[in-house]
């Protein structure tokens, strides 16, 4: 092309000449200048990438741990924020810093290593998503917690199980090469457990069927994401994850399930070569009996339980850890309602009776540890109201404050709740 058409040449979209440009492409009818080009990369970027802007940023890289820590250094983060739960703690360090080790081998090693899905049981307030949510902001990772109550089956009212990695990649900012190493959390995972074998006039939309969707994900496949959630539609532009390489963490109550193992374990105890009964401790923490077969009689299929090989019971919280739970933690309850009077100008004082009674009262009310906030939003709703329009710089909650406000009628609401 000759300088002289090349002056007379303009910008089909923005009208610039291209003596104007450092570069003109196109000839005859239509023609479109360097910039135009650029800006019409970043619009399709945009659009595939869900709405997201380009950041200009390079592709990250895999996600590592430092060489220095090792599944001591997580537990020990752990126990600073969550109390009690050694075995959990334990058995969440190893799986994660297994699974930085598998996405960090080398492609032409010959022995390769699978990945070990885990799954959390306990009850509620015992620190399940306190646990995952605490490990992911130690190890500055991609971590999606998402609910498992609201998936069914396609074509039904609800979301598809493929958003779960739309969390994901939201949280990565849409970068997928980060998202195909992350960790997601699924929460509520015993709501998909099958209803029993009982006929029904109605489909059980979100439970077996959920279940059935979910092997692909936990086995590792390419999946089509869309990238704003819910359903997926003809017209969408979806984007392909690889989750080969993501750790999946399942948790739930799976309440009754301590029925379906007591069974099997008292029934060892009858018969020929019979085992001693349970002592009473034993019968307190049942859970710590449980293996996979109590997950299929549950409701859970077979080829589910298979891809999460690691199971972990949390143990119930006793009173003594409920008290700790109160004051220990970095992040502890008392120290959020002295923060927040702090920034007040006042001074709060908690008398250790009145600890000892918070923590008793959700422990009879078996809340856990969410107990524990109720209880304490109980007694701190009229100092929130009163104190911040008065002149007090200090106030001691004593236990005769704490009997006077909750009265029998209040602890027999909490206890209904």
């Known amino acids: 092309m000759s300088k002289k058409n090349n002056t007379v040449l303009e910008c089909s979209f923005c009208g610039k000449k291209a003596t104007e440009a450092a570069m003109m492409i196109g000839g005859g009818l239509s023609n479109i200048c360097d910039e135009c080009v650029e800006r019409a990369h970043e619009m399709v970027i945009q659009e595939v990438k869900g709405g997201r802007p380009s950041l200009g940023k390079s592709v990250l890289s895999v996600p590592s741990l430092p ?24 058995s969440l360090a190893v799986a994660v810093y297994n699974h930085f080790k598998r996405i960090s081998q080398p492609l032409n090693d010959e022995i390769e290593i699978e990945k070990s899905n885990l799954v959390m049981i306990g009850q ?10 605490t490990v992911a902001k130690y190890l500055n990772l991609p971590f999606a917690i998402v609910d498992a109550t609201v998936f069914t089956e396609a074509g039904y009212v609800g979301e598809d199980v493929e958003s779960i990695l739309t ?35 109605t489909k059980d939309v979100s ?19 869309p990238p704003h959630g819910g359903r997926k539609h003809p017209e969408q532009k979806l ?16 309440d009754g399930i301590e029925r379906i193992i007591s069974s099997r374990v008292q029934s060892r105890s009858i018969g020929y070569g019979s085992q001693d009964e349970l002592n009473e401790e034993d019968k307190k923490n049942v859970l710590q009996f449980i293996n996979q077969n ?5 409701g859970l299929i077979p080829e589910l339980v298979g891809r999460m090989p690691v199971v972990v019971a949390l143990d119930q919280l006793d009173i003594p850890a409920l008290r700790m739970i109160l004051t220990e933690p970095k992040n502890a309850i008392i120290k959020q309602y002295k923060r927040l009077f702090a920034l007040e100008g006042i001074e709060l004082t908690v008398a250790e009776d009145v600890l000892d009674f918070i923590a008793e009262q959700a422990f009879e009310n078996k809340l ?11 007694l701190m709703a009229d100092l929130m109201y009163e104190l911040p329009s008065g002149d007090v710089a200090a106030f001691t909650l004593t236990m005769d404050y704490a009997a006077n406000k909750l009265t029998g009628k209040i602890l027999k609401k909490l206890k209904a709740a």
């Open 67 to 90: 060489k220095e820590v090792k599944p001591k250094d997580i537990k020990l983060y752990l126990d600073q924020y969550v109390i009690g739960q050694d075995d959990a703690k334990k």
């Open 124 to 133: 509620t307030g015992t620190g399940k998503t306190l646990l995952a949510r």
């Open 167 to 201: 969390r994901l990649l939201q949280v990565c900012d849409y970068n997928v090469e980060q998202a195909e190493h992350g960790i997601v959390y699924i929460d509520e995972v015993d709501k998909l457990g099958r209803r029993g074998d009982n006929p029904s006039i």
């Open 207 to 225: 439970g077996e069927g959920v279940q059935q969707s979910l092997l692909k994900l936990l086995e590792g496949t390419e999946v089509l994401v």
């Open 239 to 254: 984007i392909k994850v690889n989750t080969k390489n993501i750790l999946f963490i399942c948790g739930g109550a799976f």
């Open 294 to 298: 109590d997950l299929k009689k549950f």
């Open 368 to 378: 856990g540890a969410r107990g524990l906030r109720s209880m304490c939003e109980l």
